[in-house]
């Protein structure tokens, strides 16, 4: 089982559009430090071994924190709760920094209990 190790991504502004999930190939750097700035979660620690050890992105690959990406970490089908391997301690971590970043920076986010 992994030993996940979570981190505060790295952004420059926030946004409400659209999500997708990134790709390697999104990013304009082949430096995976960079890229795992805009993950929450890495299978391998920061900077990761591979790119597919990130998990939960919630940053655009042009900067931006996107609300839409915090929803679907937080709940969605490739959310926290899709981690295999993850504990529960972790699990409620990672809900806690997910909730924190979007009530602190979209005002009308509401995420939480």
């Known amino acids: 089982m992994p030993d996940y190790e979570m981190h505060d991504p790295e952004f420059s502004g926030t946004t409400t559009d659209e999500w997708a999930e990134p790709r390697l190939e999104d990013f304009s750097t082949d430096d995976l430090s960079e890229a795992a700035d805009h993950f929450v979660l890495s299978a391998s620690g920061f900077p990761p071994e591979n790119f597919t050890d990130l998990k939960l992105p919630v940053v655009e690959p042009s900067g931006e924190l996107n609300r839409n990406a ?19 301690e972790k699990r409620e971590d990672v809900e806690e920094l997910i909730d924190r970043l979007a009530n602190e920076h979209f005002e009308e986010a509401d995420f939480g209990d």
């Open 70 to 88: 915090l929803q679907t970490a937080k709940s969605g089908g490739h959310g926290v709760g899709a981690v295999e391997g993850l504990d529960d």
